[in-house]
Structures are given as C-alpha cells and as structure tokens.
C-alpha cells in the first residue's frame, strides 16, 4: 500500500507530515470526498494525537504500531468503510461513544433530538445549597465535587435500590426466581429472556411496587425517560449524563446494538441510570409502567424505501438496513410507535422523535390523531424538517 513495513531501510523515515500526505493522495485516488479531513481523522486516532497537534508534530515519526495500523485503516476507508467504524469511536454532544459496524452510526441531527427533550424536561434539581455570595461558576465545581464525594459514599441517586429504601425509583433490576436460568434483566418486565447476560453482581434484588415508585420519583424529582432503538446507546447516555435526574429504559431488538448500548453506559459509568432491555420497540417495558413515563425519545428506522437506493454507498454497503428503512412513506416504524408512546406518558409527557425531512407534515398528522398536542416540527443543523415534538394532552 505505500506505507513501509517494520522490514524496510532503516533510513525510511515515515514522519507525520509524510504520511499525512500519502493518505491524502490514496483516499484521493480512492474516490474519498473529503481526503484530507478523512486523513486527518485516521492519522489523530493512530497516533493519538489532535488534529492541531498533528500540524504541530510534522517531523514525528510513526511507531511501527502506528504505520501497521494506519496501513490497514487507510485501506478500509479507501474500500469506503465509515471512518466512525474503522476507529470504533464517535463524538456525540458530550460524550465519546463506542461504534461498530451492524449499528447505527450517531450523527449531529440527533444531537438536535436530545437538545429539544432536554429543554422539555424539567431543569435538574440542585443537590447543593447555594447563596448570592457564590458565583455560578463556583457553583457548578460545588455541584460536581458533591456528586463525585456522593457517588465515592454510595450515597448519590440510585434508581434501582432495594425495594422500600430511601433511593428506590421504581426502575428495574433484576429477577430472583429460577436461578438455575440466566436471569432476565429486570423483573418488573414480568417475561425472562433466556439470552440476556448475567446482571452486574452489585446490582440489587428486588424492584418497588410501580405505582408507590413511580410517587417517590415524582418526589424526588426522578424523570423517568423510554428511549427507543437506542442503538449505540447515544440519546439514552447522553440525557442522563446531562440531566442529573433523568433515568432511562433503553430498548432495542438486535443483539449488536444491545450489545454496544450496553457496553457504552458501562463505559461511561451509567449503569446506575440508564437500563438496555431487549424489546420491539415499547412492548416488553411492564405494563405497570403505562402513564408513568415523562419522556419518550426515539430515533428509529425512517428513510422512505424509495430513498434508499439513493443513499451514498458508504451508508448502503456498511450501514445496517433495519435501522434506516422506514417503509413506503418512512413512518412504519413512527406510526406503530405513536400509540405505545401515548399509553406509557404520564399526562402532559413528551413525545420526541427524529424522522425523514419529507415525513413531519404526515407524522404532526398522525400524532395529533392520536392523542397529542401541542405538535411542532423542529430543523436540524442543515434547516431541514427532522425533529417531531409532541406533549401527550393533559387529562
């Protein structure tokens, strides 16, 4: 491929700047449309540097690791493999979440998703007092450094205490009877499925009564979030990690994203707030649970079938279809998901969805039809039609 290997001259010097530029000129020849940006991406993530770094270290020399990982990268992306997949990472509002391929790699018009449930949702509860004397910048070191000392205590939020405790939420931990079965992830969800992994061992046993819990989360102020088709698990990890009173129920049907969801909250230490269930689309979250939700947020599969033979090739060959197909009009997915939305919102819950910029029209239709108000459409980053915000009516 051009980059030299561990065997070649010791006088073959392949410095940053030289590399840079062989990149450039492969990914070119490679049909990439955007060379240099994609070079800079694979080259930062090999050499662990910034892209501002990576100008300020042109005489660096690669590591023979480096050469051998950049060697096989380039040749992926030349063959048109998503660069989010080849480094297995993506920035995402926030957080960094994990990515691989057979799920959906997050994009920016679904950070617009999470801004706009977030300005729905009630503002965090301040955990510290504070008064006219601090400034709001001390306010916020005050407000972490007393997450941090109560999480180190065991003392912070946790939605999945022992029923009857203090910090029970009424979330949902694991079952307890036939143990000589692989326990389903949550008892509250009534079914066990065989084929969910073993529950983390300091996770609790059992789960409050949902109606008593469902009160003392109001009390709490615990916001209790679905987010469907969670996929990598970005919108669910992002909310809790930016609402420190969000909890989320995240579902999904396929195991890679499952897994991957999965993995992420681990990752980013949310095990404590955010729960990944095996489930199409809201049909395995307890009945018990109907009316109880303040949000649900989805992103689910919603490129109109005709769309998809126009999709560029490096979505078509490498990103999975489940998760993009919508049906004829690219509401199959929306339209069976209305209906559950409604049934598990609390009166005046809402209801967010990312959807085909040539779908809100028909979509503000079929929520107002089925029970919702206050219906608005929201543009994304490019002032296209892609956020569908609803508030289930108040009973």
């Known amino acids: 491929m051009g980059l030299p290997s561990t065997q070649e001259a010791p006088d073959a ?15 070119e020849r490679h049909g990439d449309e955007h060379p240099r940006q994609s070079a800079e991406w694979l080259l930062s993530h090999g050499c662990g540097l910034s892209r501002i770094q990576l100008y300020m270290n042109f005489e660096r020399e690669l590591s023979a690791d480096e050469r051998a990982w950049l060697r096989q990268a380039v040749a992926r992306r030349g063959a048109g493999e998503p660069l989010q997949y080849i480094t297995g990472e993506v920035a995402f509002r926030h957080i960094t979440v994990k990515v691989r391929p057979g799920v959906l790699i997050p994009r920016p018009e679904t950070e617009v998703l999470v801004s706009e449930v977030l300005a729905e949702l009630p503002a965090p509860k301040r955990r510290v007092a504070l008064d ?27 939605p999945f205490a022992p029923a009857g405790s203090a910090a029970s939420d009424g979330m949902l931990p694991e079952e307890q009877d036939e143990p000589q079965v692989p326990p389903a992830v949550f008892e509250s969800f009534g079914t066990r499925v065989a084929d969910e992994p073993e529950p983390d061992e300091d996770q609790p046993a059992s789960v409050p009564d949902a109606s008593s819990a469902a009160q003392a ?20 990890c992002s909310l ?9 129920i995240a579902t999904d049907v396929s195991d890679e994203a499952l897994g991957l969801a999965r993995e992420n909250v681990r990752s980013l230490g949310l095990d404590a707030v955010v729960k990944v269930i095996r489930s199409d689309l809201a049909s395995a979250i307890p009945e018990r649970y ?24 490096e979505v078509a060959a490498f990103e999975p279809s489940l998760a993009l197909d919508g049906g004829v009009d690219g509401l199959d997915v929306f339209r069976r998901l209305t209906p559950q939305a409604l049934a598990f919102l609390k009166s005046g819950g809402i209801f967010a969805c990312e959807l085909h910029e040539t779908c ?23 002032g296209r039609p892609r956020v569908l915000v609803a508030r289930k009516s108040l009973e």
């Open 13 to 27: 010097r392949w410095t940053v700047k030289a590399a840079l530029d062989w990149t450039v000129s492969y990914l």
């Open 132 to 158: 006219s004397t601090i400034e709001a910048w001390e306010g916020d070191v005050l407000i972490e450094a007393a997450r941090a000392e109560a999480a180190q205590q065991g003392a912070a939020l946790q």
């Open 360 to 382: 809100l029209d028909d979509a503000a239709a079929i929520a107002r039809a089925g029970g919702f108000s206050d219906v608005r459409a929201v543009k994304d980053l490019a």
């Open 240 to 248: 809790a990690q930016e609402h420190g009173d969000v909890r989320v």
């Open 290 to 313: 109907r009316g109880r939700l303040d949000a649900v947020v989805s992103n689910p599969p919603y490129i109109p079938t005709a769309v998809m033979a126009s999709l560029s090739p």
């Open 217 to 236: 989360s109001a009390a709490d102020g615990v916001l209790l979030v679905a987010d469907i088709g969670t996929g990598s698990g970005c919108i669910a």
